[in-house]
Protein backbone atom coordinates (compact mmCIF):
# COMPACT_ATOMS: atom_id res chain seq x y z
CA UNK A 1 0.00 0.00 0.00
CA UNK A 2 2.39 2.79 -1.18
CA UNK A 3 1.07 6.06 -0.58
CA UNK A 4 0.09 8.17 -3.51
CA UNK A 5 0.31 11.26 -1.92
CA UNK A 6 -2.16 13.59 -3.88
CA UNK A 7 -1.38 15.94 -0.63
CA UNK A 8 1.60 17.11 1.33
CA UNK A 9 1.48 18.85 4.63
CA UNK A 10 3.70 19.49 7.83
CA UNK A 11 3.19 17.13 10.55
CA UNK A 12 3.75 17.57 14.28
CA UNK A 13 2.39 17.20 17.23
CA UNK A 14 1.03 19.41 19.73
CA UNK A 15 4.22 20.23 21.27
CA UNK A 16 2.85 21.89 24.52
CA UNK A 17 0.44 19.13 25.06
CA UNK A 18 1.90 17.73 28.10
CA UNK A 19 1.40 15.28 30.04
CA UNK A 20 1.57 13.99 26.13
CA UNK A 21 5.49 13.29 25.31
CA UNK A 22 6.21 15.08 22.35
CA UNK A 23 10.10 15.24 20.84
CA UNK A 24 8.64 16.46 17.56
CA UNK A 25 10.75 19.29 15.59
CA UNK A 26 9.64 22.65 16.47
CA UNK A 27 6.58 23.97 14.41
CA UNK A 28 7.08 25.11 11.00
CA UNK A 29 5.64 28.45 10.52
CA UNK A 30 2.13 28.45 9.36
CA UNK A 31 1.80 32.15 8.19
CA UNK A 32 -0.59 32.50 5.37
CA UNK A 33 -2.30 29.35 5.83
CA UNK A 34 -5.95 29.82 6.01
CA UNK A 35 -9.06 27.21 6.05
CA UNK A 36 -11.13 25.12 7.68
CA UNK A 37 -10.51 21.87 9.16
CA UNK A 38 -13.90 20.44 7.63
CA UNK A 39 -17.54 19.98 7.48
CA UNK A 40 -19.82 18.96 10.24
CA UNK A 41 -20.46 14.92 9.71
CA UNK A 42 -24.22 13.83 9.37
CA UNK A 43 -24.59 11.16 10.95
CA UNK A 44 -25.74 7.78 9.67
CA UNK A 45 -29.57 7.62 10.36
CA UNK A 46 -31.85 4.94 9.12
CA UNK A 47 -33.28 6.53 5.90
CA UNK A 48 -29.26 7.62 4.66
CA UNK A 49 -26.80 5.47 3.17
CA UNK A 50 -24.66 3.41 5.38
CA UNK A 51 -21.46 5.02 4.98
CA UNK A 52 -21.56 8.86 5.93
CA UNK A 53 -20.87 10.90 2.45
CA UNK A 54 -18.17 13.08 4.71
CA UNK A 55 -15.88 14.77 3.31
CA UNK A 56 -12.72 17.14 4.36
CA UNK A 57 -12.19 20.22 3.47
CA UNK A 58 -9.03 21.46 3.03
CA UNK A 59 -8.82 25.70 1.99
CA UNK A 60 -4.85 26.78 0.87
CA UNK A 61 -2.78 25.29 3.19
CA UNK A 62 1.26 25.57 2.52
CA UNK A 63 1.62 22.16 2.74
CA UNK A 64 3.86 21.97 -0.53
CA UNK A 65 6.04 24.07 1.16
CA UNK A 66 6.27 22.61 4.05
CA UNK A 67 7.69 19.52 2.27
CA UNK A 68 6.44 16.37 4.46
CA UNK A 69 4.20 13.66 3.17
CA UNK A 70 0.50 13.19 3.98
CA UNK A 71 -1.33 10.37 2.47
CA UNK A 72 -4.96 11.42 1.33
CA UNK A 73 -6.38 8.16 -0.31
CA UNK A 74 -8.56 7.22 2.74
CA UNK A 75 -11.51 5.51 2.51
CA UNK A 76 -13.42 7.94 4.94
CA UNK A 77 -12.77 10.57 6.97
CA UNK A 78 -14.38 12.27 9.29
CA UNK A 79 -14.69 15.06 11.37
CA UNK A 80 -17.29 16.74 13.29
CA UNK A 81 -17.06 18.63 16.73
CA UNK A 82 -17.99 16.59 19.59
CA UNK A 83 -21.31 17.87 20.93
CA UNK A 84 -20.90 17.60 24.69
CA UNK A 85 -17.29 18.56 24.44
CA UNK A 86 -17.02 21.13 21.67
CA UNK A 87 -13.66 19.22 20.44
CA UNK A 88 -12.93 18.39 16.84
CA UNK A 89 -13.23 14.62 16.50
CA UNK A 90 -11.13 13.42 13.30
CA UNK A 91 -11.75 9.66 12.19
CA UNK A 92 -9.76 8.56 9.17
CA UNK A 93 -10.50 5.58 8.32
CA UNK A 94 -7.64 4.31 5.41
CA UNK A 95 -8.42 1.64 4.37
CA UNK A 96 -9.89 -1.85 5.41
CA UNK A 97 -9.27 -4.09 2.78
CA UNK A 98 -8.72 -7.73 3.48
CA UNK A 99 -10.32 -7.02 7.22
CA UNK A 100 -11.96 -10.06 8.96
CA UNK A 101 -14.54 -9.30 10.19
CA UNK A 102 -14.77 -7.43 6.63
CA UNK A 103 -14.73 -3.81 6.94
CA UNK A 104 -13.65 -3.02 10.06
CA UNK A 105 -10.74 -1.31 10.20
CA UNK A 106 -8.99 -0.53 14.06
CA UNK A 107 -6.51 1.68 15.43
CA UNK A 108 -6.87 3.86 18.61
CA UNK A 109 -7.77 6.99 20.14
CA UNK A 110 -5.47 10.04 20.32
CA UNK A 111 -6.16 13.15 22.81
CA UNK A 112 -4.28 16.24 22.75
CA UNK A 113 -4.29 19.99 22.81
CA UNK A 114 -3.68 21.45 19.35
CA UNK A 115 -2.64 24.62 17.97
CA UNK A 116 -4.10 24.28 14.79
CA UNK A 117 -6.85 21.62 14.50
CA UNK A 118 -5.64 20.87 10.66
CA UNK A 119 -2.15 19.49 12.83
CA UNK A 120 -4.86 16.61 14.34
CA UNK A 121 -6.24 15.74 11.01
CA UNK A 122 -2.81 15.53 9.48
CA UNK A 123 -1.78 13.18 12.26
CA UNK A 124 -5.28 11.02 11.78
CA UNK A 125 -4.18 10.87 8.21
CA UNK A 126 -0.85 9.91 8.50
CA UNK A 127 -1.13 7.40 11.84
CA UNK A 128 -4.16 5.62 9.68
CA UNK A 129 -2.06 4.83 7.30
CA UNK A 130 0.48 3.36 9.48
CA UNK A 131 -2.31 1.44 11.23
CA UNK A 132 -3.08 -0.12 7.70
CA UNK A 133 0.72 -0.77 6.84
CA UNK A 134 0.93 -2.10 10.52
CA UNK A 135 -1.83 -4.51 10.76
CA UNK A 136 -1.29 -6.00 7.05
CA UNK A 137 2.32 -6.80 8.34
CA UNK A 138 1.33 -7.97 11.17
CA UNK A 139 -1.36 -9.95 10.13
CA UNK A 140 -4.39 -9.30 12.21
CA UNK A 141 -7.11 -8.98 9.79
CA UNK A 142 -8.10 -5.27 10.71
CA UNK A 143 -8.16 -2.33 8.42
CA UNK A 144 -6.11 0.56 9.43
CA UNK A 145 -8.11 3.56 11.20
CA UNK A 146 -7.54 6.48 13.73
CA UNK A 147 -9.12 8.97 15.54
CA UNK A 148 -7.73 12.01 16.65
CA UNK A 149 -9.84 14.43 19.26
CA UNK A 150 -8.03 17.68 19.44
CA UNK A 151 -8.42 19.86 22.14
CA UNK A 152 -7.90 23.14 21.94
CA UNK A 153 -4.63 24.69 22.28
CA UNK A 154 -6.06 27.21 25.04
CA UNK A 155 -7.71 24.17 26.99
CA UNK A 156 -6.78 24.88 30.22
CA UNK A 157 -8.35 21.55 32.30
CA UNK A 158 -5.70 19.76 31.24
CA UNK A 159 -5.15 17.07 31.80
CA UNK A 160 -8.94 16.04 31.61
CA UNK A 161 -10.51 14.61 34.48
CA UNK A 162 -13.74 14.01 35.75
CA UNK A 163 -17.03 14.61 34.22
CA UNK A 164 -15.27 16.68 31.25
CA UNK A 165 -13.71 13.66 30.68
CA UNK A 166 -16.46 11.37 30.88
CA UNK A 167 -17.82 13.68 28.12
CA UNK A 168 -15.09 13.24 26.13
CA UNK A 169 -15.35 9.92 26.07
CA UNK A 170 -19.38 9.76 25.52
CA UNK A 171 -18.48 12.25 22.13
CA UNK A 172 -16.35 9.01 21.38
CA UNK A 173 -18.72 6.52 21.93
CA UNK A 174 -21.44 8.03 20.27
CA UNK A 175 -19.78 8.68 16.83
CA UNK A 176 -17.52 5.22 16.76
CA UNK A 177 -21.28 3.62 17.58
CA UNK A 178 -22.49 5.48 14.54
CA UNK A 179 -20.13 3.85 12.69
CA UNK A 180 -21.87 0.85 13.67
CA UNK A 181 -18.49 -1.45 13.46
CA UNK A 182 -16.64 0.35 10.80
CA UNK A 183 -13.95 1.89 12.74
CA UNK A 184 -12.59 -0.20 16.31
CA UNK A 185 -10.75 1.86 18.50
CA UNK A 186 -8.47 1.67 21.34
CA UNK A 187 -5.99 3.16 23.78
CA UNK A 188 -3.41 5.78 22.17
CA UNK A 189 -1.08 8.55 23.38
CA UNK A 190 -3.57 10.39 25.69
CA UNK A 191 -6.42 7.88 26.20
CA UNK A 192 -6.10 4.61 28.47
CA UNK A 193 -7.02 1.38 28.86
CA UNK A 194 -9.54 2.69 31.76
CA UNK A 195 -11.33 5.35 29.06
CA UNK A 196 -11.66 2.46 26.74
CA UNK A 197 -13.32 0.33 29.33
CA UNK A 198 -15.51 3.02 29.95
CA UNK A 199 -16.08 3.85 26.19
CA UNK A 200 -17.18 0.17 25.69
CA UNK A 201 -20.42 0.08 27.80
CA UNK A 202 -21.27 2.44 25.50
CA UNK A 203 -20.02 0.57 22.41
CA UNK A 204 -19.20 -2.37 21.37
CA UNK A 205 -16.72 -1.35 18.81
CA UNK A 206 -13.56 -0.58 21.82
CA UNK A 207 -10.95 -2.91 22.43
CA UNK A 208 -7.36 -2.99 24.54
CA UNK A 209 -8.35 -2.55 27.90
CA UNK A 210 -8.69 -6.25 28.31
CA UNK A 211 -5.29 -8.54 29.56
CA UNK A 212 -4.06 -5.21 31.22
CA UNK A 213 -4.57 -2.88 28.18
CA UNK A 214 -2.14 -2.62 25.32
CA UNK A 215 1.31 -1.24 27.14
CA UNK A 216 2.70 -4.61 27.79
CA UNK A 217 1.89 -6.32 24.35
CA UNK A 218 3.89 -3.09 22.99
CA UNK A 219 6.77 -3.21 24.68
CA UNK A 220 7.19 -7.28 24.21
CA UNK A 221 6.89 -6.92 20.31
CA UNK A 222 9.78 -3.62 20.97
CA UNK A 223 11.78 -6.01 22.99
CA UNK A 224 11.43 -8.91 20.61
CA UNK A 225 12.11 -6.94 17.69
CA UNK A 226 15.45 -5.24 19.33
CA UNK A 227 16.65 -8.81 19.91
CA UNK A 228 16.11 -9.76 16.26
CA UNK A 229 17.57 -6.68 15.30
CA UNK A 230 19.94 -6.87 17.28
CA UNK A 231 21.20 -10.27 16.02
CA UNK A 232 21.13 -8.91 12.56
CA UNK A 233 23.36 -6.00 12.96
CA UNK A 234 25.20 -6.99 16.44
CA UNK A 235 25.65 -10.44 15.61
CA UNK A 236 23.95 -11.27 18.71
CA UNK A 237 20.67 -11.34 20.43
CA UNK A 238 21.79 -10.74 24.20
CA UNK A 239 21.13 -7.52 24.70
CA UNK A 240 23.88 -7.70 27.56
CA UNK A 241 26.75 -4.49 27.65
CA UNK A 242 24.81 -3.21 24.14
CA UNK A 243 23.85 0.63 25.35
CA UNK A 244 20.29 1.68 24.77
CA UNK A 245 18.54 5.21 24.70
CA UNK A 246 15.18 5.29 25.43
CA UNK A 247 13.72 8.70 24.64
CA UNK A 248 10.64 8.94 25.99
CA UNK A 249 9.15 7.22 29.72
CA UNK A 250 5.61 7.19 29.18
CA UNK A 251 3.87 3.38 29.46
CA UNK A 252 5.63 1.31 26.91
CA UNK A 253 9.08 3.42 27.48
CA UNK A 254 8.51 2.18 30.64
CA UNK A 255 8.22 -1.57 30.59
CA UNK A 256 10.56 -1.54 27.55
CA UNK A 257 12.83 0.02 30.01
CA UNK A 258 12.54 -2.60 32.67
CA UNK A 259 12.97 -5.44 30.18
CA UNK A 260 16.02 -4.33 28.84
CA UNK A 261 17.35 -3.53 32.27
CA UNK A 262 16.50 -7.28 32.93
CA UNK A 263 18.46 -8.25 29.62
CA UNK A 264 21.65 -6.71 30.43
CA UNK A 265 21.47 -3.28 28.19
CA UNK A 266 23.40 -0.36 29.81
CA UNK A 267 20.63 2.34 29.53
CA UNK A 268 20.16 5.62 29.31
CA UNK A 269 16.91 7.37 29.22
CA UNK A 270 15.56 10.62 28.96
CA UNK A 271 11.29 12.21 29.01
CA UNK A 272 10.20 15.44 28.67
CA UNK A 273 8.55 14.94 32.23
CA UNK A 274 11.53 15.72 34.24
CA UNK A 275 9.73 13.62 36.84
CA UNK A 276 10.23 10.62 35.03
CA UNK A 277 14.42 10.98 36.33
CA UNK A 278 12.63 9.20 39.32
CA UNK A 279 12.32 5.59 37.19
CA UNK A 280 15.95 6.23 36.34
CA UNK A 281 17.43 6.27 39.22
CA UNK A 282 15.15 3.13 40.30
CA UNK A 283 15.94 0.85 37.60
CA UNK A 284 19.46 2.12 37.77
CA UNK A 285 19.86 3.75 34.32
CA UNK A 286 21.39 6.81 33.29
CA UNK A 287 19.17 9.82 32.85
CA UNK A 288 20.21 12.30 30.22
CA UNK A 289 18.48 15.77 28.88
CA UNK A 290 15.62 14.87 25.64
CA UNK A 291 17.08 17.53 23.51
CA UNK A 292 19.25 15.95 21.52
CA UNK A 293 18.75 12.61 23.27
CA UNK A 294 18.70 11.03 19.72
CA UNK A 295 22.27 11.94 18.70
CA UNK A 296 23.44 10.37 22.47
CA UNK A 297 26.48 8.24 21.76
CA UNK A 298 24.84 4.72 21.97
CA UNK A 299 24.52 1.05 19.82
CA UNK A 300 20.81 1.12 19.93
CA UNK A 301 18.07 4.06 19.88
CA UNK A 302 14.40 3.24 21.38
CA UNK A 303 12.16 6.39 20.37
CA UNK A 304 9.10 5.85 22.68
CA UNK A 305 7.41 9.35 22.14
CA UNK A 306 5.49 11.16 20.12
CA UNK A 307 6.27 10.84 16.37
CA UNK A 308 8.00 12.45 13.35
CA UNK A 309 11.67 12.92 15.82
CA UNK A 310 13.47 11.36 12.74
CA UNK A 311 14.20 13.84 10.30
CA UNK A 312 16.97 13.85 7.76
CA UNK A 313 19.34 16.38 9.65
CA UNK A 314 18.53 14.58 13.05
CA UNK A 315 19.73 11.03 11.51
CA UNK A 316 23.02 12.72 10.17
CA UNK A 317 23.91 13.85 13.67
CA UNK A 318 23.10 10.04 15.00
CA UNK A 319 25.74 7.19 15.68
CA UNK A 320 23.83 4.57 17.32
CA UNK A 321 23.68 1.26 14.21
CA UNK A 322 20.07 0.45 15.01
CA UNK A 323 16.81 1.96 15.82
CA UNK A 324 13.71 0.18 17.18
CA UNK A 325 11.30 2.19 18.96
CA UNK A 326 7.31 2.32 20.11
CA UNK A 327 6.38 5.49 18.91
CA UNK A 328 4.22 6.05 15.81
CA UNK A 329 5.30 7.23 12.82
CA UNK A 330 8.68 7.86 13.53
CA UNK A 331 10.31 9.33 10.34
CA UNK A 332 9.60 12.90 9.53
CA UNK A 333 8.72 11.71 5.99
CA UNK A 334 9.20 8.89 3.81
CA UNK A 335 12.22 9.69 2.26
CA UNK A 336 14.08 9.86 5.70
CA UNK A 337 14.20 5.62 5.57
CA UNK A 338 16.92 6.27 2.44
CA UNK A 339 19.27 8.54 4.75
CA UNK A 340 19.56 6.46 7.61
CA UNK A 341 20.39 3.53 5.03
CA UNK A 342 22.70 5.79 3.79
CA UNK A 343 24.23 6.68 7.40
CA UNK A 344 24.62 2.75 7.90
CA UNK A 345 21.86 2.91 10.89
CA UNK A 346 19.64 -0.39 10.59
CA UNK A 347 15.52 1.11 11.01
CA UNK A 348 12.83 -1.62 12.20
CA UNK A 349 10.06 0.46 10.56
CA UNK A 350 7.85 1.73 13.56
CA UNK A 351 4.90 -0.19 11.79
CA UNK A 352 6.32 -3.66 12.39
CA UNK A 353 8.28 -2.49 16.14
CA UNK A 354 5.11 -1.19 17.80
CA UNK A 355 2.47 -3.57 16.34
CA UNK A 356 2.16 -5.53 19.99
CA UNK A 357 -0.41 -3.61 21.18
CA UNK A 358 -2.73 -4.02 18.66
CA UNK A 359 -1.69 -7.38 17.63
CA UNK A 360 -2.18 -8.17 21.99
CA UNK A 361 -5.86 -6.24 21.91
CA UNK A 362 -7.18 -8.05 18.89
CA UNK A 363 -5.88 -11.33 20.17
CA UNK A 364 -8.22 -11.52 23.39
CA UNK A 365 -10.57 -8.95 22.39
CA UNK A 366 -11.93 -10.78 19.01
CA UNK A 367 -9.55 -14.11 19.19
CA UNK A 368 -9.93 -14.68 22.59
CA UNK A 369 -6.82 -15.86 23.51
CA UNK A 370 -5.27 -15.64 26.79
CA UNK A 371 -2.79 -13.18 27.82
CA UNK A 372 0.00 -15.53 27.78
CA UNK A 373 -1.01 -17.03 24.02
CA UNK A 374 -1.79 -13.04 23.37
CA UNK A 375 2.23 -12.41 24.06
CA UNK A 376 3.65 -15.67 22.69
CA UNK A 377 2.26 -14.07 19.18
CA UNK A 378 3.30 -10.53 20.01
CA UNK A 379 6.65 -11.89 20.20
CA UNK A 380 6.38 -13.52 16.02
CA UNK A 381 7.26 -10.42 15.31
CA UNK A 382 10.78 -10.73 16.17
CA UNK A 383 10.29 -12.88 13.10
CA UNK A 384 8.42 -9.97 10.86
CA UNK A 385 11.48 -7.49 12.01
CA UNK A 386 14.23 -10.45 10.64
CA UNK A 387 11.78 -10.94 7.60
CA UNK A 388 12.08 -6.88 6.85
CA UNK A 389 16.20 -6.47 7.38
CA UNK A 390 16.93 -9.42 5.17
CA UNK A 391 14.64 -8.61 2.46
CA UNK A 392 15.69 -5.08 2.38
CA UNK A 393 18.97 -6.27 2.30
CA UNK A 394 18.68 -8.89 -0.14
CA UNK A 395 16.91 -6.15 -2.52
CA UNK A 396 19.20 -3.16 -1.87
CA UNK A 397 16.53 -1.18 -1.08
CA UNK A 398 15.22 0.92 2.67
CA UNK A 399 14.02 -1.18 5.32
CA UNK A 400 10.54 0.71 5.13
CA UNK A 401 10.12 0.22 1.49
CA UNK A 402 10.79 -3.80 2.35
CA UNK A 403 8.06 -3.79 5.14
CA UNK A 404 5.88 -2.05 2.61
CA UNK A 405 6.23 -4.85 0.03
CA UNK A 406 5.85 -7.35 2.65
CA UNK A 407 2.82 -5.88 4.00
CA UNK A 408 1.26 -5.26 0.35
CA UNK A 409 1.94 -8.99 0.01
CA UNK A 410 0.53 -10.42 2.95
CA UNK A 411 -2.73 -7.78 1.62
CA UNK A 412 -2.57 -9.64 -1.73
CA UNK A 413 -2.85 -12.77 0.11
CA UNK A 414 -5.47 -11.78 1.82
CA UNK A 415 -7.88 -10.34 -0.55
N1 LIG B 1 -3.05 2.44 19.65
C1 LIG B 1 -2.54 1.21 19.10
C2 LIG B 1 -1.44 1.48 18.08
O1 LIG B 1 -1.10 2.62 17.73
C3 LIG B 1 -3.56 0.46 18.34
C4 LIG B 1 -4.76 -0.13 18.99
C5 LIG B 1 -5.93 -0.09 18.30
C6 LIG B 1 -4.74 -0.82 20.18
C7 LIG B 1 -7.06 -0.68 18.76
C8 LIG B 1 -5.86 -1.41 20.66
C9 LIG B 1 -7.03 -1.36 19.96
O2 LIG B 1 -0.88 0.55 17.58
Known amino acids: MPSTSNATAHVKCANNSSPNRCFAPPAESRAGRRGTAGLPARSAGKDEPETPSVGVRIVEHDAMAQGL ?3 FEHELVIV ?3 PRSGYRFIIAIHSSRAAQPPGRAAGGCRLARYVDPLDGLYDALRLSQGMSRKAAIAGTRTGGAKCVIA ?17 VLRDLAELVDELDGRYLTGPDVGTTAADMQWVYRLTPYAAG ?14 HACISTAAEHVFGRRDLAGLRVTIVGLGGVGERLARHLVHA ?7 DIDLERQALATEIGAQWIDADGAQRHDCDILAPCALGATLTAEEVRGMTCRLVVGAANNQLASD ?21 GGLLYAVSIARDHLSEPDSLAVVR ?8 VLRRAERERTSTLQSAIRIADQRLDLAD
Open 69 to 71: QVP
Open 80 to 82: RPG
Open 151 to 167: APADESLWPLTGERRKD
Open 209 to 222: FAGGGTTDGTAVGV
Open 264 to 270: GAELTVT
Open 335 to 355: DVADVLTEQGITWVPDFVANA
Open 380 to 387: RLGDTAGE
